[in-house]
């Protein structure tokens, strides 16, 4: 197992197409997160999942987001009608649920809006 | 809630030298851990040095190490010998985890640029 794998790297849609990204987190690894990154910010946290429960969204995630793990391995985040606004980095991360542990990332896919 | 500030836009260190990145933290949880994430232009997030609220002693990892003042609820990061590898944005960040959330809090990052 090489860490944390994103899929596309990157991604340039117009405005208004639907994209998916793809993550696979370290198989051991029971806690799956996304985070969206804009340029001179920290990574802002979007929803996480432990096995295929998503538990938390926040309300950055708007109706336009959807995130699944449907088999509690590897996860999709989908944004519909895209705007020049979800241009970004989309970073996934998966732990351990143990409190003193930190995430592994994935390179991330850097989304761009035209 | 938890926060991370980090007050260092930027910082510029030579080569061979030492730098200290700041970063203070606030939570009313007793128990919580910090770490330190070393995010390079390609983009990815790669893990550094991780200090626990009840470790007695400061983490150290190779040329970083922590130096974790409680009281002061700072977690500052100490890079020893400076690389022109290690020019690059830093991240602070805690965990926050409870019984209905469990996320990473980051800081806004400092860009540290390593000059020959």
């Known amino acids: 197992d090489t860490g944390v794998s994103q899929d596309p790297r990157h991604k340039i849609t117009k405005r208004g197409q639907n994209v998916t990204f793809r993550c696979d987190p370290i198989?051991?690894?029971?806690?799956l997160y996304w985070y969206r990154q804009t340029l001179g910010q920290g990574p802002e946290f979007l929803t996480y999942?432990?096995?295929?429960?998503?538990?938390?969204k926040s309300r950055l995630l708007s109706d336009r987001f959807s995130a699944e793990r449907p088999k509690g391995s590897f996860s999709t985040l989908e944004i519909q009608r895209t705007e020049q606004g979800d241009s970004a980095m989309y970073l996934c991360?998966?732990?351990?649920?143990?409190?003193?542990?930190?995430?592994?990332f994935g390179s991330g896919t850097r989304l761009t809006v035209v | 809630a938890q926060k991370i500030t980090q007050t260092q836009p930027g910082m510029f260190v030579q080569e061979k030298e030492a730098v200290t990145l700041d970063c203070t933290y606030d939570?009313?949880?007793?128990?919580?851990?910090l770490f330190w994430y070393k995010q390079p232009s390609s983009g990815e997030m790669i893990f550094l040095i991780y200090?626990?609220?009840?470790?007695?002693q400061n983490a150290t990892e190779g040329r970083y190490s922590l130096n974790f003042q409680k009281a002061r609820k700072s977690a500052n990061l100490v890079i020893s010998a400076s690389q022109l590898g290690d020019s690059a944005m830093y991240f602070c960040?805690?965990?926050?985890?409870?019984?209905?959330?469990?996320?990473?809090?980051f800081g806004t990052g400092t860009r540290l640029q390593v000059f020959p």
């Open positions: 991360a998966s732990s351990l649920d143990d409190p003193n542990y930190g995430y592994t």
């Open positions: 198989s051991e690894h029971n806690r």
């Open positions: 999942f432990q096995n295929e429960a998503q538990l938390e």
């Open positions: 939570t009313s949880d007793p128990s919580y851990g």
């Open positions: 200090q626990g609220s009840y470790d007695q």
């Open positions: 960040a805690m965990r926050e985890k409870s019984y209905n959330t469990d996320k990473l809090i």
